[in-house]
């Protein structure tokens, strides 16, 4: 039982939007930042979002990411079957005094 | 370039201990804090600990408190997980991520190793 609530899978068709939730709490999500991951199996995971809403150089726009209150979003807006992968919200923690993961979604692009 | 290098996974007995390594390149590392992360087998990513630029400040998951162990030699540019105590559900990949910032608390993972496998197993 993850510590973060995320759907435990999503989809869409290329060219679709679609958006990930990500449900926390007052001591991680209500507290602190929140920070999105991509991850395909066999290779190492990636940022695709920090800070609620930024975006790393070289990730493509059609990533965003959105908070309110205690809970997070990631928007992927035209969708490419190169999206198809696991997504993973995470924030710290200040009851546990730790970083917290959701339980991943995995995206199929159809 | 950023790189990170784990090595040290393999397979082990329940009880027994293991000491994984990443070797860090590409960055200031004693300016970053760093973290591992472990991912067990058709299971989500679970962070295992964070450990401060200097070394000074240290975190754990409860799953691994009192029996891991987290360290970093900046004069080596490296990142040490000493695990003892192993269970059959330390069973995971476990990757290397390097911090944003120095801070270890509330940040952001920005660069992750390939990963090193580990199994626990009689």
């Known amino acids: 039982q993850s510590v973060l609530t995320q759907p435990p899978s999503a989809s869409g068709t290329p060219g679709q939007r679609v958006a990930i939730s990500c449900s926390g709490s007052?001591?991680?999500?209500?507290?602190?930042?929140v920070n999105w991951y991509q991850h395909l199996p066999g290779t190492a995971p990636k940022l695709l979002v920090y800070n609620n809403d930024q975006r790393p150089s070289g990730v493509p726009d059609r990533f965003s990411g959105s908070k309110s209150g205690t809970s997070a979003s990631l928007a992927i807006s035209g969708l490419q079957s190169e999206d198809e992968a696991d997504y993973y919200c995470a924030a710290w923690d200040d009851s546990l005094n730790g970083q917290v993961f959701g339980g991943g979604t995995k995206l199929t692009v159809l | 370039e950023v790189q990170l290098l784990e090595s040290g996974g393999g397979l082990v007995q329940p009880g027994k201990s293991l000491r994984l390594s990443c070797a860090a390149s590409?960055?200031?590392?004693?300016?970053?804090?760093m973290n591992w992360v472990r991912q067990a087998p058709g299971k989500g990513l679970e962070w295992v600990s964070g450990?401060?630029?200097?070394?000074?400040?240290?975190y754990y998951a409860d799953s691994v408190k009192g029996r891991f162990t987290i360290s970093r030699d900046n004069s080596k540019n490296t990142l040490y997980l000493q695990m003892s105590s192993l269970r059959a559900d330390d069973t995971a990949v476990y990757y290397c991520?390097?911090?944003?910032?120095?801070?270890?608390?509330?940040?952001?993972?920005?660069?992750w190793g390939q990963g090193t496998l580990v199994t626990v197993s009689s």
């Open positions: 590409g960055f200031t590392f004693s300016s970053y804090a």
């Open positions: 450990i401060s630029g200097s070394g000074g400040s240290t």
């Open positions: 007052n001591s991680n999500i209500g507290s602190n930042s």
């Open positions: 991520a390097k911090a944003q910032g120095m801070a270890a608390r509330r940040s952001s993972f920005d660069y």
